[in-house]
């Protein structure tokens, strides 16, 4: 299906969308941090979940998700974060993205807890031992991390996680109502059998997190 959009209606200019919008609240305004306080800190700490956003040099996006035990994203200092790279499937795309535009976004966000914390900055790819072996994991040490510097933090407000209600039981999928990954990836990819597949993600679940 085309979907086609009347031109009348978009917005394309930052003067037309404040006019639409209306005018931004002033505490939102004033919550806007440049360096990590106590409460920035300790909401690090909890974390065990962080989605990193990139572009590419033409301004083509992604998010990726990161996640270990809760304060695995490392504070270096008030303007400073790093974040272990893990095990993974070696498609580096977040790191690819940030050699040609260092931008970042980061959306932490905590069991439990409705308000996510939002962290704008700049990154790079580090493969220092110094900076990489603190955050070792099972005798693995990552090869790869980002440094990211802090230009913006902020607390973000729970109304999403609360309509959603991402995080109360009542609502949560039954795993089995929906595809295993090894199905989905042997039927999209042509290039391996669904138990194979299966078989290798358990294994990777199981064997490859660190």
């Excluded at 900055?121 to 493969?127: C, H, K, L, S, Y």
Aim: charged share 25%.
């Amino acid at each position: 299906m085309t979907v086609t959009t009347n031109d009348a209606v978009l917005i394309d200019d930052a003067a037309e969308l404040r006019s639409h919008i209306g005018p931004v609240n002033p505490i939102a305004e004033r919550k806007l941090l440049t360096r990590l306080d106590q409460f920035c800190r300790d909401f690090i700490a909890l974390s065990p979940f962080v989605v990193v956003a990139s572009s590419d040099a033409d301004g083509r996006a992604d998010a990726s998700p990161r996640g270990d035990a809760p304060g695995f994203v490392r504070i270096l200092d008030d303007s400073t974060l790093l974040i272990p790279d893990r095990r993974g499937n070696n498609r580096v795309d977040t790191f690819g993205n940030l050699l040609a535009s260092p931008g970042v976004g980061l959306l932490f966000m905590v069991p439990g807890i409705a308000e996510t914390l939002r962290v704008n900055g700049r990154a790079q790819v580090t493969r220092d031992p110094a900076l990489l072996e603190p955050s070792t994991v099972q005798e693995r040490t990552p090869v790869t991390g980002l440094v990211v510097a802090i230009d913006e933090v902020f607390f973000h407000c729970g109304k999403a996680l609360i309509r959603s209600k991402i995080w109360d039981p009542a609502v949560q999928v039954e795993r089995h109502s929906f595809p295993s990954l090894g199905r989905i990836v042997a039927e999209q990819t042509k290039a391996i059998g669904v138990a194979e597949a299966e078989a290798n993600l358990e294994e990777a679940y199981r064997l490859r997190l660190y």
